[in-house]
């Protein structure tokens, strides 16, 4: 028996130094697989973050990105529109001359300063026109204004306007090239045939549309070092530059890009290219501009380090948020390992701490709602920050609008004024000379008896220069001038009330908002008329009110182009005022095809359009549901289907927050 013990005891003292050395390697097990949970869990916590940050910071790439092209868009196409209406100018100017009874006969007769005078008449009509001349079949320049004895009898068979009109004999503008002629300037021809009774051809009628006036509009349209507008011809060679000395030298490095290979094809492309001037990677849109049978290429560009520099911004604060909520999930991660710790190494006192431990898991609960509505605030910040974002962009290109068509307006009406006088004396007097003439001319039978040859000189002037059609066409032509020129007068009053610049950035007091929809309807009058959309405006008599009346002319702005847009061909939308219980009503009706209830209730949201990509920014609605809110009033929506929509805006007498003031006669009556 006491053998049998001591085989026990020296047994058990064996085995003690073996369970001694695996209790540390259990240990180190456990704690490795401890390690790797808390790693997990320490990784699937900051994966939502992660994600929620890459979110955010794709959708603000995407919507900053799709603002840049837009903007490029809409400054090339307003660059476009501008110089395709000045050589639209040109080309009918040259088809009115070259048509011309005067001129024909003139050409005939190879009589050089018959022809000068009608070609100084076409050069004084057009500022953009410096210099005309007529050429003969061979291409031989027998006429000009201003006259230049050294270009007089040299052949021009070689340039492209005469290339060009020959081939079909049909009218063309050509490449941009330099002239012989002085002064020696970077210009472009447009040119015409003379076609006599028969149609055929007897010369050819070239007016040079000057560049400069060209470059001192991009000039003008650059954009401080942020981007500005290039015009290149239909060879690809520069026509337009702000900041190239174009009169010295042709430019042709942008000729054999790709981008401008494809607009000269007629393809419009939203891009990014090296420029081959400046050698910078450029943000572009490379808009082809229709010129006859040809395109001209605008190009709308930005750098693309200052054109994207808020999305490098964007990307610093989401990873400094991001950080911040990284930082504070390890925190409550190391914290919480720290309490299971301790809760290991206090097992045996569980039963007396339990109810600290189960008000320890509500603290941590507690904790886990806060961090997921920190997530959603996260999220409404940023939406927020979207909507203001586009708010604050279109209040600083509104408050622009207003100070440049302000001082459009003030520089165009001081020339216009004396423009607008002078042929009012112009019409009286060329009456009174006509008038005059046709009592001289009841003497020619007496003249004739007393000095036939003078007699015969008079007769032969007049049939040269078509006296009865002249007598006949010159009031009604002053008369039409005076009624052009009293409709640009129209369009620059317009403007100038649109954008009220004494008021855009000032609460405004006792205004009366009729006349501000008067001009906001005049501006959006040629988009109805180009989609054949009928305008009516209804204005009754309103109070006058505390607002910022610039603002709302947006918001009206806003509402009539969507309605114009919504129109089909012969669609129309209606423009009213009222008064509704104290408060103006503005009201925008449309016979459109209406609003489909899935979406009615997102259509105030930022960036959100239904117009194609390109052509809306998706800001409209929601800048102006921001500018009626921050006038204390709302915007009510009713639309059908296929029937039409009508927005009502309802304005309050003053903003919430403002004290009346004493009450002035109201402005615009």
């Known amino acids: 028996m006491a053998a049998h013990e001591g085989l ?94 005067g001129m024909i006969t003139g050409v005939e007769d190879h009589d050089v300063e018959a022809v000068r005078l009608r070609l100084k008449m076409a050069v004084d009509i057009l500022p953009v026109i410096d210099r005309a001349a007529v050429l003969d079949t061979t291409g031989l320049l027998w006429s000009d204004y201003p006259a230049d004895p050294a270009a007089e009898g040299h052949s021009f068979a070689h340039r492209d306007y005469f290339k060009g009109t020959v081939a079909h004999w049909k009218p063309y503008i050509s490449e941009a090239f330099f002239r012989t002629a002085a002064p020696r300037s970077l210009v472009v021809g447009v040119a015409a045939p003379v076609l006599d009774g028969r149609q055929q051809p007897r010369g050819i009628l070239v007016l040079h549309f000057s560049l400069k006036t060209v470059a001192q509009w991009l000039s003008a349209n650059d954009r401080s070092g942020t981007g500005y507008v290039v015009v290149l011809d239909h060879n690809g060679v520069v026509a337009g530059h702000p900041q190239l000395a174009l009169q010295e030298q042709h430019y042709t490095g942008y000729a054999a890009l790709p981008p401008v290979q494809a607009a000269l094809a007629g393809q419009t492309l939203n891009t990014e290219y090296v420029d081959p001037l400046e050698h910078s990677t450029m943000v572009a849109t490379f808009l082809p501009l229709t010129t006859g049978a040809q395109h001209w290429v605008i190009i709308a560009q930005q750098p693309r380090a200052l054109a994207y520099a808020p999305i490098v911004r964007l990307r610093w ?58 997530r959603l605030e996260v999220e409404r910040a940023h939406a927020e920050l979207q909507a203001y974002q586009g708010r604050l962009v279109q209040s600083e290109k509104l408050a622009a609008l207003g100070q440049l068509v302000a001082g459009v307006a003030h520089e165009i009406n001081n020339p216009l004024a004396f423009v607008i006088n002078n042929t009012a004396v112009l019409q009286r007097d060329a009456a009174e000379l006509l008038a005059l003439l046709e009592l001289y001319r009841t003497g020619d039978a007496q003249l004739a008896l007393v000095e036939p040859a003078t007699a015969a000189r008079i ?47 000032e609460l405004a007091r006792n205004i009366n908002l009729n006349a501000g929809m008067e001009s906001t309807l ?39 182009v969507n309605a ?101 006669p109201p402005e615009g009556g």
């Open 564 to 664: 114009i847009d919504a129109c089909g061909a012969g669609g129309t939308v209606t423009l009213r005022t009222a008064m509704v219980d104290g408060d103006v009503m503005l009201e925008v009706r449309d016979t459109g095809a209406g609003i489909p209830p899935e979406i009615r209730d997102r259509i105030f949201d930022p960036f959100f359009t239904t117009k194609p990509q390109g052509q809306g920014t998706g800001l409209g609605l929601s800048i102006s549901h921001g500018i009626v809110a921050d006038h204390g009033g709302h915007i009510e929506v009713e639309s059908t289907v296929g029937r039409g929509s009508c927005f009502r805006v309802i304005i309050p007498p003053r903003p919430p927050g403002r004290v009346p003031v004493k009450s002035t």
């Open 8 to 101: 026990a005891g020296r047994a058990s003292a064996a085995s003690a130094p073996a369970r001694r050395q695996a209790e540390p390697l259990r240990l180190a097990d456990r704690r490795g697989w401890l390690s790797l949970t808390w790693l997990l869990l320490l990784f699937l916590a900051l994966l939502p973050v992660a994600l929620l940050g890459l979110y955010s910071y794709m959708e603000a790439d995407r919507a900053i990105r799709q603002l840049v092209q837009a903007n490029n868009a809409e400054t090339a196409a307003t660059s476009g529109r501008l110089i395709d209406q000045e050589l639209q100018k040109c080309m009918r100017l040259v088809q009115s001359f070259s048509t011309l009874p």
């Open 317 to 374: 604060h989401i990873a400094l948020a991001g950080g911040l909520v990284a930082a504070v999930t390890v925190a409550l991660a190391v914290a919480l390992g720290r309490v299971l710790r301790h809760s290991q190494m206090l097992r045996q006192g569980l039963a007396q701490r339990n109810a600290q431990l189960e008000s320890l898991a509500g603290d941590l609960e507690h904790t886990a709602q806060a961090e997921r509505h920190a």
């Open 522 to 560: 005049n501006i959006v009058r040629g988009r109805a008329r180009k989609q054949k959309v009928d305008l009516e405006i209804q204005l009754e008599p309103l109070d006058g009110i505390e607002c910022y009346p610039a603002r709302l002319n947006q918001v009206v702005l806003n509402l009539l």
């Open 459 to 505: 007769a032969e002037l007049c049939a040269r220069v078509d006296l009865p059609y002249l007598a006949t066409n010159l009031p009604q032509l002053l008369g039409r001038s005076r009624e052009g020129l009293r409709r640009i007068q129209q369009i620059v009053n317009d403007l100038r009330d649109f954008a009220r610049q004494d008021t855009i950035g």
